[in-house]
């Protein structure tokens, strides 16, 4: 007796979900589940090349024996930042080719050691426009440096006291001078002045 094409079909979807369910090994042996690389594993390999010489014999393969033609990592990474300096070697690598020649000087006259301290310069000048007669005579003074004034004597009284008395030396508050500041605007002016 015949099935119907429904019945078929559910049944092999009834029987394709059992197989992907009885675990891993399973699914991947049919196929039903895909594995990615690891990246970490994959790597380029240098091309073939020919021998140098194809009239002489050609040399005997070492069985695990690195490839002549691969370089190590530190090596690629080195040739990426100084191209020509891993095959060439080190004393090429200090001689700039003819087209590096060409570029330098295009380029301009070579920058001196203090360019960091130049360009600070430079950038401070910009951040700070030239400033008026008026402004100068009015904020003649700078700001007043950062931090908290700390009272020396008063400081010193604390610290004398807390080691009398055996305490810690953070236990109390520390004595900071307080500027006083005036209501008055010509008085805190003089006060500014003098």
Known sequence: MRRPAGQAMALSILLATA????????????GLTRDAPDEFQVTTRAPLSMPPSLGGPLPAPRPGADRPQEVSTRQAAEATLVPGAVLSGPA??????????ALLSQAGRPVGDDIRRRVDEESLKLDQPQRTLVDRLMFWRGPEPAGTA??????????RENAALGREVTDGETPVIQRTR????????FESIF
């Open 150 to 159: 700390l009272d020396p004597r008063r400081e010193a009284q604390r610290l």
């Open 92 to 101: 090429a690598a200090s001689a700039p080719s003819t087209a590096e020649s």
């Open 182 to 189: 005036s209501s008055n605007p010509v008085t805190a002016l």
């Open 19 to 30: 197989l992907a369910g009885c675990g891993g090994d399973t699914a991947r042996t049919f």
